[in-house]
């Protein structure tokens, strides 16, 4: 799950509409790759949609930092989401949202600063 390290990296270097769209259009290309179609799938587009919004909110800090903070209120978004919209069982909220924080601590505190350094680079 890439999406979320894509949406809040885009901000950061070209701005929240690129943000928003690479949020919007990862999830778009996870749909299609996998060829199913889900309501939690629009939910996590929005969740997206979210970690593009508050990284623009923090553009300027650390990006370990941004990144680490803006995962766990789409964790909390998505936990709301999963428990009160979709009905998930609490093992499949516990077990998804630790895997996703694990998962983005690690691409943030190992990737981030190196990704960002390209891409303004490249820009």
Do not use: C, Q
Request: proline letters at 1%; hydrophobic letters at 60%; aromatic letters at 18%.
């Amino acid at each position: 799950e890439l999406s979320t390290f894509s949406a809040i990296l885009m901000t950061i270097a070209f701005g929240l509409r690129w943000g928003i769209l690479v949020a919007v259009l990862t999830k778009i290309a996870a749909i299609i790759y996998n060829k199913i179609i889900r309501v939690d799938h629009f939910f996590m587009m929005g969740g997206y949609v979210l970690a593009a919004i508050f990284a623009n909110m923090f553009r300027g800090y650390n990006i370990i930092l941004v990144g680490i903070i803006v995962a766990l209120f789409v964790n909390l978004y998505v936990y709301i989401v999963s428990k009160y919209i979709t009905m998930l069982s609490d093992y499949e909220i516990f077990m998804y949202g630790t895997s996703n924080m694990v998962f983005n601590f690690v691409l943030f505190i190992a990737f981030s600063e190196p990704m960002l350094s390209i891409m303004r680079y490249l820009a």
